[in-house]
């Protein structure tokens, strides 16, 4: 049967029964979506599961944090307070200069600009 011949018996129809085509067609289209979500659900929890030869225990996790703070690797609130402070103060300074070509900065703010990580 044709597309165009089954759409214009079923417009030749009563108002109803094309009613019932479109909840049928609704129907479809929504299980069709709905079996596409779980799908990229179960993809989604698939990836987030922990690698089975990884260690998750509370020991191992405490071990990677001590590391990385031993190693300097995050800076105090006070140690960032103190770099922000010092450049507010150059700044202030500069804006003070009329040279602006041949400034000079203090070694604490050369030092906190080369050890502030990249954007």
Do not use: H, Q
């Amino acid at each position: 049967m044709d597309f165009d011949k089954k759409l214009a018996e079923i417009r030749s129809k009563p108002e109803r029964e094309r009613m019932r085509y479109v909840y049928v067609c609704v129907a479809i289209v929504m299980v069709l979506v709905v079996f596409i979500w779980v799908l990229s659900l179960r993809i989604t929890f698939y990836d987030l599961r922990p690698d089975p030869g990884a260690s998750s225990s509370v020991d191992t996790i405490t071990e990677r944090l001590n590391e990385t703070l031993d190693e300097g690797g995050t800076p105090s609130i006070d140690d960032l307070i103190e770099d922000g402070t010092a450049i507010k103060e150059n700044l202030d300074d500069l804006s003070e200069l009329e040279d602006v070509e041949n400034i000079e900065f203090s070694p604490e703010v050369v030092e906190s600009v080369e050890s502030a990580p990249e954007l």
